[in-house]
């Protein structure tokens, strides 16, 4: 199983920008567990947004500005990233768990099998 991230880049404060999650090797089906994290310099990996059946979780730091969808018969998830601020820059990973995780559980990267390798997004003016 593979994930492959995609769309990062470099963009202004106040703007935005969409990454993709392609899966290949397994379907990921709607009660499959699908999420964004990412680790910005010397900090640690941080939850960022989490989807699967009937539910979605956000960070607290991105609610609002940060929207999670699956797109089920393309095997991908996006992260569509509005009104973006200096913090969010980092490393932005996409993971996987095949099963539907409860919503407390949505939150912790143990909980997740299959990791992107990472897309890249810098904030800055």
């Known amino acids: 199983v593979q994930l492959q991230a995609s769309g990062g880049g470099l963009v202004q404060p106040g703007g935005s920008l969409r990454l993709s999650c392609a899966a290949s090797?397994?379907?990921?089906?709607?009660?499959?567990?699908m999420a964004w994290f990412r680790q910005a310099p010397g900090k640690d990996r941080e939850f960022v947004a989490a989807?699967?059946?009937?539910?979605?979780s956000y960070a607290d730091s991105v609610k609002g500005r940060f929207t999670i969808a699956r797109d089920n018969g393309k095997n991908t998830a996006y992260l569509q990233m509005n009104a973006l601020k200096h913090e969010d820059t980092a490393v932005y990973y996409c993971?996987?768990?095949?099963?539907?995780?409860?919503?407390?559980?949505?939150?912790?990267?143990?909980?997740?099998?299959?990791w992107g390798q990472g897309t890249e997004v810098t904030v800055s003016s």
């Open positions: 993971a996987g768990a095949p099963r539907t995780l409860i919503t407390s559980s949505m939150r912790q990267s143990r909980e997740y099998d299959y």
């Open positions: 090797g397994r379907t990921f089906s709607r009660h499959d567990t």
């Open positions: 989807s699967r059946i009937a539910a979605t």
